[in-house]
């Protein structure tokens, strides 16, 4: 385990009370018993240090992020200290090794998703456009100096990053893009950025941009840091977007860039075209395949607790019902197997043999099925589930949004279409 | 067609510009040509005053009600104005004959609630409490000296109703309810109503509650119309309940009678046990069936829209891509098979040969086909429905709550499954 | 009512004892009480004279058809003489006007298909076939001469005929057929026909095929009626496809024709292109979205009686399951409506308002949802489904066919799709 | 490996042309690309003991079983030889340690009978019967004496097995069974057993049969192994059940069992109540999880090659259509997760954390997903599907079967939901 994770780790690792009863505990069971938190044993394919990092990534999101997740939600209001709370603890851009972070396996970096994720899918968002997003593509295809540069303060939840692909008129069909890079009219060693990103989580309150934008002398898609510090007053402007149905926890926004100025040395040197955003986006897209995993075991951990509580009929409790239970029952196979499924390509994209269709499957199944069953779970509730605090329906809005976000499920499907068939369906 | 009604009708029906392009027209087609907002035309099935009604109704809600709505749900803010003016309209109460009301068909009734449904279900609900539930129970069930001192007040929306039956812990199972009525202990010709109802629509607004309740003496449920004018402070407090995930553009309460005094004569006279609620429950539940089918006809209206001027790869609308014309068609189809459903019913109705089982299978169906439906649809607009103003992540909230009111889905099941089997399964 | 059906009916309405309990009876309730069997009350919407024929079909159904279909579906047997049966109770050709056919409304037709669906859908297509494609286009679009000559003989059942569409590489997209007709080389006033056709219903039993070709000199499809006893030995082959997974109570074939000559008065005078064959299949398909209500609602019955028959579990009937009701609950919703919209669209056939697509909607749909209810309402079997006794499995046979002939339902999905939105997307 | 296993093994890995073009391949590829066959890399999981197994198996099945499966099921008819053959490969019993058997892991078992069940369910749930079911139980609770008896013969399939365990009124609640054992009246050492079993799978051609009765004395359920060679005449009887409408390529029966005389050491010594027949079935519902992954496989298989070949519309190909691509990412999705999760619960099992309600899961899970696939990929071939020659309407029937068997899908939610909630809902 890396040291600044490992430091963690050990220090929360001393015996202490479950907070609360009924959550998730930790122990393994020397009887084989069947535990509905966990029932295909996905434990069981865990190194010792994944499952301290995960208990460590879980404690600090049940302790610290799950009290502030109701209100925060309701105002639609992103803290930005939490980033710096991730920081401290190691969990922003795990994977990568050195620069000051962990260097844990990918496995380990998506149970930490998870755990933020079991809370709300708008803080995993928030800390995937850090981790993945903007650090991993720095990581990835920057050079030398720019890691240098951002990703200790990056590691530390000090500098906020955004990473701007999308355009209002092109979501999922990104290769379209209209934003232009060409040499600065004035200012040498400088490249003038124009156009506009829309749906950028983060991007009001990063101080670092990686935009994607076409390189005017080639036609080809390049990446840019856009350090918001350096940019002249009127070249960037970072508009929150509001009213959002869903990850209100998160914020979200556009990026307008009129003439921006951008230092030559911070186009990434040798990615071209959509390589390079599609591979950050397949790293955030692990994680989200088993991030939503931790939302849908969150739903599952409700609705049981709910349907035990709640008695009708003859002060039957719900769960008592069969159409109940096969509810529950029908969720936590799917979380089981969509769990294995993630951990299986986490495992092999450590291996060097993950494939992006690998990651296409596990995101759309993980996605879609967790916003299935979070919905079919709600109707435990019944009329309850109107009211904010039982927090299903929370789930439920932001599941909409992972299915559709960084990768439509219909494109995934698609997507693996043309791997089954050979065939181009997309028109 | 009733007086009141018929001069609106008269009066709206002159020839004038229909104001947004895209929006339904109504002229009768001479050949037959498909119409995908009538697929399969069950305006055919109308008489000439109920499509009278119909465009009466759509046109106020179009172009009165829908510029509003946006603004209201996200404040949770409902304007008691509205009804107000649907009262001005011959809305409220329109199947009632007399009393100021407009007399008109059960199926005129149901198309009142689908025009004001295809704007929001929560507009709706505030209607159907007053009209089909409380109205409607006073109606029924009232003597003769209440149906004139409070229906035709009602009638203009001048005096608002609220609905008491559902209480915190007895959802599905209003039969264990705890609210109860006995002689008042000082005031004579008094029943004093003690106990708290939840999740009742307009309460907090409302002017007269009917509240149902066990009459300590028989131990049998009874209904009470209590009018919160007469009520000494302190024996009835109506708290809004906020922070709601759905039907945010109406207002949502409890009302707390603690030893509230209520005159004898306000009892209902012989209506005892649950058949009064549920009479009440089955008008209301009717009126859901045919309005949630305006709700997936907006989806419907709205998807088609964008997926037209939405273009992605290559240019191409979304609409000429195979997975989205599948989903246009399925909604299509259960909206127009729901729509002939819940005209039947409504007919049978008006002859008598209406059973509740038949108003729990259109209300279920219809229910879960709009739900269903407009969650599919709203994958058509991607990431972009997560923004509020495209309207649909707002019926696909509002429609989870319709789902699981007057009825829950599984509930109706049930109710069904008795029917067909004779066994009953609640327990 | 027309004199030859007329005639039926009276003789068969004398009162005797209903065949055995637990069918359907077809008294008028006086109370309005819940019928499963018709829960949405479709009966209303029929005059009297329809639910006389619907009468008369099921008696002959029932009494006639029921005692042979197991056997014949284990032989893959098709008995001739069900035609001529049929004949003599003027149920062949029903809606058509004059040559010894009975002149019905299409929703007496519509009855007649869901009587003889209900036993089995292999004896309905043997019917639809006769009735709807030969008869029928015949009817619509063969010479005065022609009619004369045919339909006299086909509506009593003596004459068999077949519809030749379908080819071996061109199933959803019959455009591109290859079949030719070009003038006969030495026989004057005659075309020669060469070409294979596939998946024929009757056509090793038929006497007059109507087969559709490319006539040379223009390209465009013409309809020939071809007779089987004019055929030169060599001409005309008409091998029958054994070994099916469904319909096998039906018999089917291909067609090969060789240099078939033709006299040219057997080429209907008027129709070109792909309108003739469309109109025919246009008749058949609703007579599918009616019968299929047939076989749905047979299944719902047999569910029942097995349901309430057999206990598990303490000597529970298995109808005491809430998985169990919820399973009937869901099927009996979804044939009333589909029976309720196929209803609808006859009454606009016989007034001229009837579009293709409506059709398309009410076969998808109806055959989509019967096929579905069927699968899931077998399960309430378990593993005694697999004996071919209870029935049940021959109907889901049965209706994964009815979901892919005339029209497969992502075809007609996509036929929706193109009248909704304008564009077509079938390529 | 074992003796028996590795041996054929080592024959049959010679270099040999593949049969088909098409078919699977097994050779390791070295840069990550993507498998359609195997989409998240399972072969990654599994050891090369058992990656040998998996294609020795898989050879034996496509080349010896495969020919001849289409004539079985036309003539509903099953070759005892097929055992004999699979006993010389050392696939029978392969997961007991010595007496003959392999001694493989269950994983390894598990890809054996994906490997049969690939090529049929029938020829799987011979095998089954054969291995998991009377093999499986006479090594788990059979005196030694039975063990050495039997099992050789067994494991080359020379002797062959049947189990008794389901009556005709009880399939899903086995406790209530009514076969009673009792002391022989004239027999001393001999137990006296009535009763009757059906649904058995290889009963009419079963040499030993593993029957489950109550003991008279103890009302407790014991089991006996019945060798048929030394049952009076008379005593017992084992007719084939035909006209099945799956699994025709598999011989079923019922057991009657009159007064039958069982010598006292043949009854398990120790085991009681439902935990032995329980057990066994355990077994042999694991391997159906995987099994059916087989029959799964061979769908998207077929139906992958089905839509490149077939073109409709321009000469297109249906694998360009989204909607076909759909069917195939959906399929392929639920075949790749459905083997993580059969794969994972084999690998506890040997490692003895395995609990009943992870076989219940993957169990139900994957019969329920490969049935449904199976269907939605029938639709990619339309009509031609009726066809038995294209083997998908096939499997269809047959994973219809499994979804039932060992288990209804219904009754593994409830114990499921069971597990999850604590309660029971059976009644």
């Known amino acids: 385990m890396s040291r600044v994770l ?16 009924g959550r998730r505990t930790y122990a393994a ?14 434990k069981s394919l865990l190194t010792e240090e994944e499952q301290a990092i995960s208990e460590t990534a879980e404690r600090y999101c049940q302790e610290q992020l799950a009290p502030r997740v109701l209100q925060a939600y309701r105002d639609e209001n992103y803290d930005k200290k939490i980033l710096e709370e991730m920081g401290e603890l190691g969990l922003l851009g795990s994977s990568i090794e050195g620069y000051g972070c962990a260097g844990v396996s990918t496995v380990a970096g998506g149970l930490i998703t998870r755990a933020v994720e079991r809370v709300d899918s708008g803080y995993r968002s928030g800390m995937s456009v850090q981790s993945s997003l903007v650090m991993g593509g720095i990581h990835e295809f920057g050079s030398e100096e720019l890691k240098e540069k951002y990703l200790p303060g990056m590691a530390k939840g000090k500098i906020l990053g955004a990473f701007g692909l999308t355009e209002p008129n092109h979501g999922s ?13 004035t200012k ?7 156009g506009s990103k829309t749906w950028i989580t983060n991007s009001p309150i990063s101080d670092v941009l990686l935009v994607w934008a076409k390189l005017a002398e080639t036609g080809k898609i390049r990446g840019f840091l856009v350090d918001r510090k350096d940019c002249p007053a009127g070249t960037l402007e970072t508009p929150a ?27 990434f040197p040798e990615v071209e075209g959509l390589r390079g955003p599609f591979s950050c986006l397949n790293s955030a ?19 049981r607790t709910y349907s035990l509580e709640r008695k009708q009929f003859k002060g039957n409790p719900l769960a008592k019902y069969q159409l109940v239970q096969k509810k529950l029952a029908d969720a936590a196979t799917d979380a089981a197997y969509g769990t294995l499924a993630a951990i299986q390509v986490g495992k092999l994209k450590d291996q060097g043999l993950a494939t992006p269709e690998m990651i296409s ?3 759309r199944q993980n996605c879609d099925r967790a916003l299935h069953h979070a919905r079919v779970l709600q109707e435990i509730f019944g009329g309850n589930a109107v009211s904010d605090e039982y927090g299903i329906g929370r789930h439920v809005a932001n599941l909409y949004v992972t299915q559709t976000y960084e990768g439509q499920s219909d494109i995934h499907s698609l997507i693996l279409g043309r791997a089954i068939t050979g065939i181009q369906a997309f028109v």
């Open 29 to 42: 069971a020397a009887a084989p018993a069947f535990d509905w938190q966990d029932p295909l044993s996905s």
């Open 285 to 303: 897209r692990y994680g989200i395949a088993l991030g939503v995993m931790g939302a849908l075991e969150d739903c599952i951990d409700r609705a």
């Open 173 to 185: 069909d990104p290769g379209s893009m209209e934003t232009t890079a060409k040499p600065h009219p």
């Open 241 to 267: 977007i509001k009213n959002k149905n869903g990850l209100r926890a998160s914020i979200t926004g556009m990026i307008h860039l009129d003439n921006c100025p951008v230092p030559k040395e911070h186009m």
């Open 188 to 194: 040498e060693g400088y490249y003038s950025l124009s």
């Open 6 to 21: 490992g430091q963690r780790c050990a220090r929360q690792l001393l015996p202490r009370a479950r907070a609360a009863a």
């Open 361 to 363: 499957m596990v995101k």
